[in-house]
C-alpha cells in the first residue's frame, strides 16, 4: 500500500509518524511519501547529529519513505547524494528506506505511475522577504524553483507516458488552485504556473501536494496533505479519522451535524485526542455561522461533513 502524507520540516513535524494509528499498521511492502519539506537534509554544513537520529530511525521503519524536496531542503547538499535508478525514475538514495524522488520522474509502484515534481518558492525568507544575501546558502537556496531542465525532463517524461498517469505528487500546486488556497496571498511563480500547465494537459487520478500546512480537498482530485496521513487515491474527507491528528485546525468553517440538523459553522476548538471521557476521536468545539450559542456545540469529526473554502 502507498500512503501520502505532509511536510515534515526536520524534526519538528515528523512527529505525525510516531504512534499513529496508520503508520503502526504499515508493513515492509509498505511506502511512505511526503509531499515536500522534508527537511532533514536541512544543515547547510553536513548531517548533524538531529538529522542523522532521524533519518536512522526513518531508515528502521518497516515501510519504505519516498520524499520529494519542497523548499526546506539543503539542495546542495540533497542533489550530493548518490543518484540512482529505482521502479522506473530516477533518486537519490539518502539511507537504503530513505529515497528523495527527484523533479520530473515517473515512478511505477504497485500498479501506479506517479509523476513528481519537487519545489516551490519560499514566503518566508529569500527573494519574498529581501533577505535573500543574508539567508542565501544557509537557510535558502534559489533551487527550491525548478531548473528549465528539470522541468524540460518533467515534461519529456510525461510526453512519453502519453501525457497520463495515475497520480502526481508536488510540493505546491497549479496557480489556479495555490489562489483558491491561499486567497492570493502566494504569487504565482515559475513552478506554479508551471504545474497549472501540467494540470491542464495531462490526465490523472488524484493529485497530492503538501506546502501550504492544511488538510485539505481543493476539487474532487486534489488534495493538499500535511499532518493526515492518508491512501493513495483517498481525499482528505475519505480517509479514516486518526486519534491525536485531527482533519480541521481552529478557524475552518465547516459543514456539521448536530442533533440531527445539518448547519455551517466555525470552529472555534480542537481537541485531537478527544475532550474527557471520550477518546474514541477528535472533536471540535464549533460556533454556527447564524447563532452565537454561549458555548460552541461540540462536534465528533465523523460529523463533520466537509471543510468550506467560504469563510
Ligand atoms: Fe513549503
Ligand atoms: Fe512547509
Not at 74 to 100: A, N, Q
Not at 117 to 125: F, I, K, T, V, Y
Not at 132 to 153: A, F, L, R, Y
Not at 168 to 186: A, M, N, S, W
Amino acid at each position: 500500500m502507498i500512503y501520502v502524507t505532509g511536510d515534515t520540516h526536520g524534526s519538528i513535524d515528523i512527529r505525525k509518524l510516531l504512534e499513529n494509528q496508520v503508520t503502526d499498521q504499515m508493513t515492509e511492502e509498505d511506502y511512505l511519501i511526503i509531499c515536500g519539506d522534508f527537511g532533514l537534509i536541512w544543515n547547510y554544513k553536513k548531517e548533524i547529529r538531529k538529522e542523522r537520529k532521524w533519518l536512522e530511525w526513518l531508515n528502521k521503519r518497516p515501510w519504505t519513505t519516498l520524499f520529494c524536496d519542497g523548499n526546506h531542503e539543503c539542495f546542495p547538499r540533497l542533489y550530493s547524494y548518490p543518484e540512482s535508478e529505482w521502479h522506473g525514475g530516477k533518486v537519490h538514495v539518502i539511507r537504503d528506506k530513505v529515497l528523495h524522488l527527484m523533479r520530473g520522474e515517473i515512478f511505477e509502484i504497485e500498479g501506479n505511475s506517479i509523476f513528481v515534481m519537487g519545489g516551490a518558492s519560499s514566503h518566508d525568507r529569500g527573494p519574498l522577504k529581501g533577505d535573500t544575501e543574508i539567508v542565501q546558502g544557509k537557510s535558502w537556496w534559489p533551487e527550491e524553483i525548478p531548473s528549465d531542465e528539470e522541468m524540460e525532463n518533467g515534461l519529456k517524461n510525461l510526453k512519453a507516458h502519453n501525457n497520463q498517469v495515475d497520480y502526481i505528487i508536488t510540493h505546491c500546486l497549479p496557480t489556479t488552485y495555490q489562489d483558491i488556497v491561499k486567497r492570493g496571498e502566494f504569487p504565482a511563480d515559475k513552478a506554479t504556473d508551471y504545474l497549472e500547465t501540467i494540470s491542464q494537459t495531462v490526465a490523472y487520478k488524484h493529485w497530492y501536494s503538501g506546502h501550504y500546512h492544511v488538510n485539505i480537498d481543493v476539487i474532487d482530485k486534489i488534495s493538499v496533505v500535511f499532518s493526515r496521513i492518508i491512501k493513495i487515491g483517498d481525499t482528505i474527507m475519505e480517509s479514516e479519522t486518526m486519534l491525536g491528528i485531527p482533519k480541521f485546525r481552529k478557524g475552518d468553517a465547516v459543514l456539521f451535524r448536530h442533533e440531527g440538523e445539518e448547519m455551517m459553522g466555525t470552529i472555534k476548538e480542537v481537541w485531537p485526542w478527544g475532550p474527557f471521557f471520550k477518546h474514541d476521536e477528535p472533536y471540535y468545539g464549533v460556533t454556527p455561522f447564524d447563532d452565537e450559542p454561549k458555548k460552541p456545540f461540540q462536534v465528533k469529526e465523523t460529523d463533520i461533513i466537509e471543510k468550506s473554502l467560504i469563510i
